[in-house]
């Protein structure tokens, strides 16, 4: 069974790419008649689930804070480090899909600037883990800034962009029609339940590509720990 | 009979008063941060106006380009001169006699209104001398002090809390700027916001409730996360 389920996972994720470009209809008001919007379907999953997995490293960290259990350190790490690939290829489909709707790979929108703030803060995490030599020490104090993580989180996702002078970002129409079902305009129920479906795929694909980060990264420690 | 709560908060607050007041001496005696923030953010602001002088800005965008100039003279000041705040005391080996002498929280409730104190000095010495040499009008004082204040106070608390985790860490320096400009951004943009109303006399929209809920988090984050980072 173990060995099919990675397999089911990659005809599902396979699945919803050909479906992304085959069975979901141009969406309104996106460029190149519409067909601008197929990137969404992994922008937006991908973007989702990065968020997913930096909340998965807060918790972690916190659950290591609390018992100091270095298994907690290592799915913290793990998160982390797979989110940041997640976080990577969410900005630059964004900054691509930006290019052919709004004209510019960059264009200073609040949710362009919250991302790329969130990939610097998750770099400095990785960079502040490598410049630590002591195990617990290091899991400690990046434990601690990974929690400060999800403090930071709300003001830069939900706060900042509520001062800023303008967003072109479309999300909000696309994250309610989503959380409640309600159909609005350029965003059919197929193309609902494609994006949906591209999401599950690829928080499935991160949770199983966090247990063998873990995996291995456990399989390590007691490499390395002192007979 | 005493009430034990009432004495074991006096007992905290005498602590945390007693690291402000270690922390105001040592500086007095190498004048360290004082001199560092104070020269570095003087020498940007020669730059600056020596870059924009000749040039100027135009009046339509003044009020917008210059207070995002004036908060990256202090963020940069703030980078070079606070992660002094943690890393003397691991250089000095005087970590451990802190980690007896006070609670985890008093101290680092200490540290964080030492770190303010000097930003404040910062702000005072650098904000008129900035107003003057751009030629900008603080048509709302009362809006520019509350900046001032409010985004200062969450400049040194993010400061505070990121110094006392690249203490124990290599690469101090550079590694205190990478952690710390990512936490400072939400705080930073509602600083700017607010100033840019106070300078272009506008009226503050959500701004003001941000900055000190900004503040108010980092404050509770710091109390609860501090002492995890400070004890081994």
């Known amino acids: 069974m173990k060995t099919v389920l990675p397999w089911l996972l990659w005809l599902w994720i396979a699945s919803t790419i050909v479906c992304a470009y085959l069975l979901a209809p141009p969406m309104k008001g996106f460029a190149a008649h519409g067909e601008s919007s197929r990137l969404l379907f992994f922008h937006v999953p991908m973007a989702w689930t990065a968020f997913v997995a930096f909340l998965a490293a807060g918790i972690w960290s916190a659950l290591y804070l609390k018992t100091r259990r270095p298994r907690h350190d290592r799915a913290a790490n793990a998160a982390v480090q797979i989110g940041l690939v997640f976080c990577l290829l969410a900005t630059v489909t964004g900054a691509i899909w930006a290019r052919v709707q709004w004209g510019a790979f960059w264009n200073w929108d609040p949710r362009q600037l919250s991302i790329t703030v969130a990939l610097v803060y998750y770099a400095a995490y990785l960079a502040l883990r490598s410049q630590v030599e002591d195990a617990e020490v290091r899991a400690r104090v990046s434990g601690a800034y990974a929690v400060l993580g999800l403090v930071v989180a709300p003001f830069l996702f939900f706060f900042a962009p509520r001062v800023a002078a303008f967003s072109l970002h479309p999300q909000p129409v696309i994250n309610k029609e989503v959380l409640t079902g309600q159909q609005g305009p350029g965003m059919d129920p197929t193309a609902l339940a494609i994006l949906v479906a591209g999401a599950l795929g690829f928080m499935v694909l991160f949770f199983w590509l966090h247990n063998l980060t873990t995996r291995l990264a456990a399989l390590e420690d007691d490499r390395n720990e002192p007979a | ?232």
């Open chain 2, 1 to 232: 009979m005493s009430d034990p709560g009432s004495t074991s908060a006096a007992a905290w607050v005498a602590e945390a008063a007693a690291v402000f007041a270690k922390d105001w001496r040592c500086e007095f005696r190498t004048r360290y941060a004082l001199n560092t923030l104070g020269l570095f953010a003087f020498t940007t602001l020669v730059v600056v106006s020596l870059v924009l002088g000749p040039v100027g800005v135009a009046p339509g965008l003044a009020t917008t380009v210059l207070p995002v100039i004036l908060w990256l003279i202090v963020l940069f000041a703030v980078t070079a001169g606070l992660p002094r705040i943690f890393v003397a005391e691991e250089e000095t080996h005087t970590a451990t006699a802190l980690r007896l002498a006070a609670t985890p929280s008093a101290l680092f409730a200490g540290k964080l209104l030492y770190g303010f104190t000097v930003v404040l000095a910062l702000e005072a010495l650098i904000t008129p001398l900035f107003l003057a040499m751009v030629q900008l009008e603080a048509r709302r004082p009362d809006l520019l002090v509350a900046a001032l204040l409010a985004g200062g106070y969450g400049l040194a608390t993010g400061s505070t809390l990121v110094a006392s985790i690249v203490a124990q860490a290599r690469g101090k320096s550079a590694l205190f700027a990478v952690l710390l400009l990512p936490v400072l951004v939400p705080g930073l943009l509602f600083a700017v916001q607010l100033t840019r109303a106070a300078v272009g006399g506008e009226a503050p929209g959500v701004e003001v409730q941000m900055l000190l809920l900004y503040d108010g988090t980092l404050t509770v984050a710091g109390l609860m996360l501090f002492p995890t980072i400070w004890n081994p």
